[in-house]
């Protein structure tokens, strides 16, 4: 296997934890249907849009690429794609009002006048791994099976209650009290409402660490290919402040140097993964003026993409 580049997040073995050290609320209108989806949006910007990403096809490097191990090898084989897929005309469908997710005022101060930093969080192999069906093999060593009502096509049994067994990361609820501490929180991921509301109030059943949801109906989807969470939906936040954690680089492909990517989680149970986040977010990420510039100088991606695109 190819040794991990030390400057990724799999090598931050210098870094001594923080917890030791280290002894208002946003919510979001998570009913609102304010769709991103490519399919659901008529209007002539959207048909600019589909017409120019049907001339964008690739085969998606698969998540499960994204390994200790192989993360260099991960970010190399997804770059190319990614300058593909920022070519595409994302800003005149952003001047849609429509589509952009803005915070009650009615209930709570702009995120604009925070002193603190958002922090969104992907859900599966970032904090879980999920498994549909469940698995006899592995019924007694999930963490939990969480049955919910959903909507979704994809399920099997639409209309009816389903089961999905989960493994959750280690050290997921020391990560997310400590750091509730420090950042807004909130989850933005490519997974259904149904599904993903249910893994959400399993993390947390006190509703006081996530602020808003955020869900695969305000991703962007190209041709069925990949889900990319563009941040400017969310209106009026500072990106210079704002951190994306996703094991998917596909997932903020347009702001690059505002993600942190993490290797990919299927239940390993030795994974200290979200540890080593966790001494990135407080040690230098915590104190940045700008986040961007951090993760640039930490990961590269965006240097990398460039140089790709050259």
């Known amino acids: 296997m190819k040794e991990t580049n030390p400057k990724t997040l799999i090598r931050i073995d210098n870094l001594k934890s923080l917890y030791s050290n280290i002894k208002d609320d946003f919510f979001l209108e998570n009913n609102k249907n304010i769709s991103f989806a490519i399919n659901s949006i008529k209007s002539p910007a959207l048909a600019e849009f589909e017409k120019e990403s049907t001339n964008i096809f690739f085969i ?52 604009s006048n925070s002193n603190k930093k958002l922090l969104l969080l992907d859900l599966d192999e970032t904090l879980i791994h999920s498994e549909y069906p469940i698995s006899e093999n592995n019924i007694n060593k999930y963490d939990s099976i ?85 941040l400017r939906i969310i209106k009026n936040i500072d990106l210079k402040k704002t951190v994306l954690i996703d094991n998917n680089i596909y997932s903020f492909s347009l702001q690059l140097n505002n993600g942190i990517l993490i290797n990919s989680y299927y239940g390993e149970k030795n994974d200290n993964e979200l540890n080593n986040v966790l001494c990135y977010l407080l040690q230098f990420i915590l104190p940045a003026d700008d986040v961007r510039k951090v993760n640039d100088n930490f990961f590269g991606f965006e240097k990398l993409c460039k140089k790709i695109n050259e």
């Open 60 to 111: 998606p490097v698969s998540c499960q690429e994204n390994y200790s191990g192989n993360y260099d090898n991960y970010i190399q084989s997804t770059l190319s794609h990614i300058c593909s897929l920022r070519a595409l005309p994302y800003e005149k469908i952003l001047e849609n009002e429509n589509l952009h997710m803005n915070y009650p005022s009615d209930d709570i101060k702009n995120i």
């Open 146 to 230: 969480l049955r919910f009502k959903n909507n979704n096509p994809d399920f099997e049994d639409n209309n009816e209650y389903c089961e999905v067994g989960i493994f959750i990361r280690n050290g997921v609820q020391k990560f997310l009290s400590l750091l509730n501490n420090y950042f807004n929180i909130g989850i933005f991921t490519a997974s259904e409402k149904d599904y993903a509301d249910a893994i959400i109030s399993y993390l947390d059943p006190n509703k006081n660490i996530f602020k808003f949801c955020l869900y695969r109906y305000n991703c962007i989807n190209v041709n069925n290919l990949v889900c990319i969470k563009d």
